[in-house]
């Protein structure tokens, strides 16, 4: 393991920073070996899946189910196929909310969007086929001989709800039926636990499962930080999309205002979205004391979360 | 077991047609269950998803499933748990691939396609949570005592990747890619293998596993049957599409000629085409001897499937 391998256990001399670049460059690379290659036919849409998914995101959720595996001592190469494949759901999402039909986006990551650098039914295509893959992965052999294939199973069918019209597909139909409408905090919490957190606290649960299993009472406080987690990254987000510009985020700037979208800012103000923002991470926090120094990197993540400019 | 039961191992007394009822009741009704209610929220996301699924088609691929379930013994819980996650990949692919920038049709199984009924946004999220759906469902408690969970995991990795780029979708970016150019016979059954094949071999190999494991020989068998029911679905379909109507199939005739799509009838002829079908038949009838009596319902089924007339 060289000095910018992902800290597992008790291997956490590594600063912050380290980490997550060792992480993210882990994820980079299993995800470039586990997606079809470019030349492998049909061509044109294996080219778009790799475009889609590699070189490029801050890898959020691939970062938090890392994280979590600090609290099991789950191994790197159970972890890196767990992070493939929420990030495949994720990249998949984006892919098909870009569409003209959705959001009808045109910047993504600071390059064009799928759509846009392929063609249209190549981007549903490619968002179909990497859910497909997501499942493939986490079907194989991620376990082999230290976890059980009912644990497997147990992570399959939290990803696959966690995506799913009582998940994220459901919370982007809830966002498209809101245009124009004025939501209230509990709609507006219902939308994004679903849209944004259903996937979020997915990653916190599954890199957990990749090891040793947790006591009842551990597993509720990882729970209440999953979620809290989830509902601050999208509070952060509302923030950002008002506050940071387009070059900066890497998409485009602005666009849920201008799309009469409800977000924590049009309900509450910066200031009070601010303090929502600081009062998740509070909770977030709390819940994480249970885990003493084996949190270590989700505590670091949850500040990352509430701190970061893009 | 009422008189319409589907057959199970030696119950095969029923007619065909009584048996074929008897599976596509059991399989709709599974379906009605497995999938949200539609008052649940996101409601319209619920209502589009039971619209699409619900109420018709001929399950093609549940009726596969069910067959193939009695080589080897199988209980039908799980066959109707099999059979329901394989039609629901199905009905995403239609859902997704009667959209406006893919094939933009507007009449399914007799009735508005799902983005004319509801709306092209809902569309594209019911295909989506229709496949994080066949997956959840298979991950659950499908096989209980009777099969172990590898087995599950083996059947989830079987559909995934039927399902993906390496296959169901896979095929549907060649057949973009087609279109106004002359393929030869090799290129066009690599298309339809993946587009139509990957998904009726995965239903039959599905039905199969539910059940007690087969040996290699007849494993090896099955999967040859299961690659010439596919091919012969296809030659059937692409015969019906230029000699069927419009108000028979349900679905619009003719739009693959008109489209400029290759088809079976365009690179062969008619006639050729029905000879190819004869001789698809012939081999998958081969390959179902090594099963004696127990086959009768594939063997039933791959006639059903060449005398179809929609």
Known sequence: MNSLAPSCGANRANTFADWMIAVQT?????????????????NRLHQAMRYATLNGGKRVRPLLVFAAGDLTDAQPEQLEIAASAVEMIHVYSLVHDDLPCMDNDVLRRGRPTCHIEFDEPTALLVGDSLQSLAFELLARDICKESASAARQLDMIQLLAHASGSRGMAG??????????????????????????????RAAVLLGALCGSPLSSEARDALDRFAKRIGLL?????DILDCTAS??????????????????????????????????????????????????????????FITHRKF
Chains 1, 2 share one sequence.
């Open 246 to 303: 387009t070059a900066t985020l890497g998409k485009t700037a602005g666009k849920d205002a201008a799309a009469d979208k409800p977000t924590y800012v049009s309900l509450l103000g910066i200031e009070r979205a601010r303090e929502l923002a600081d009062d998740l991470r509070t909770q977030a926090l709390e819940a994480l004391d249970v885990f003493g120094e084996r949190g270590q990197r989700l505590i670091e993540l949850t500040d």
């Open 26 to 42: 882990q994820t980079e690379n299993a995800l470039a070996r586990s997606l079809p290659a470019g030349e492998a036919i049909p």
């Open 233 to 237: 990254f999208q509070v952060v987000d």
């Open 171 to 200: 919370g982007q139909a809830i966002d498209l039926d809101s245009v124009g409408k004025s939501l209230n905090q509990p709609e507006l919490e219902l939308m994004h636990a679903l849209k944004t957190g259903a996937l979020i």
